[in-house]
T-cell receptor, first 115, second 114 residues
């Protein structure tokens, strides 16, 4: 049972345009969400996060939106750059403010930004 | 700082063989983790260690053992490798055992079991 779902395996966007990556979750106990970026032959790197007490978090070109009622979050990248081409993983946890640090990852979306 | 390092980068095992994957971090982090990544499955937590001297099971612990040797090192052992353990293994670390703490990942070990 996939608790965190990224239904789009891949996405292609033109340089300078907006990239929107989506993530859905089923566990209503999740209260903290993260996005990781992964290049081939490297480990994932942390990108941005959001807790359930917020509906938006912004960091430079990256913005994450959370819709708790729909159990949906999205990552917006504006403007997209060729260096953003990577696999993006959504992750969730039910441990905000607690002791657990167990993350549940989605299956990833491969973003290709065309020059 | 090297961050999180993993050895080896690649390994091929025959079914039934054993091996240990090594992980070390030089960031003075308390918590360390082992994940596996399989096609279409994302990353799944195998074991983690909240602090030196403690280890806990993650989502997919069967067939694996871990040792937190000291604060820097966290190893993953496959006692009797099976083809189902063919995967890419990532080690990660974070400052504390709280989910909001960013996890830093190593480059991964690609393991094939034939």
């Amino acid at each position: 049972d996939q608790q965190v779902k990224q239904n789009s395996p891949s996405l292609s966007v033109q340089e300078g345009r907006i990239s929107i990556l989506n993530c859905d979750y089923t566990n209503s106990m999740f209260d903290y969400f993260l996005w990781y970026k992964k290049y081939p032959a490297e480990g994932p790197t942390f990108l941005i996060s959001i807790s359930s007490i917020k509906d938006k978090n912004e960091d430079g070109r990256f913005t994450v939106f959370l819709n708790k009622s729909a159990k949906h979050l999205s990552l917006h990248i504006v403007p997209s750059q060729p260096g953003d081409s990577a696999v993006y993983f959504c992750a969730a946890s039910a441990g905000y403010g607690g002791a657990t640090n167990k993350l549940i990852f989605g299956t990833g979306t491969l973003l290709a930004v065309q020059p | 700082n090297a961050g999180v390092t993993q050895t080896p980068k690649f390994q091929v095992l025959k079914t039934g063989q054993s091996m240990t994957l090594q992980c070390a971090q030089d960031m003075n982090h308390n918590s360390m983790y082992w994940y596996r990544q399989d096609p279409g499955m994302g990353l799944r937590l195998i074991y983690y260690s909240a602090s030196e001297g403690t280890t806990d099971k993650g989502e997919v612990p069967n067939g694996y053992n871990v040792s937190r040797l000291n604060k820097r090192e966290f190893s993953l052992r496959l006692e009797s490798a099976a083809p189902s353990q063919t995967s890419v293994y990532f080690c990660a670390s974070s400052t504390r055992d709280r989910v909001m703490d960013e996890q830093y990942f190593g480059p991964g070990t690609r393991l094939t079991v034939t």
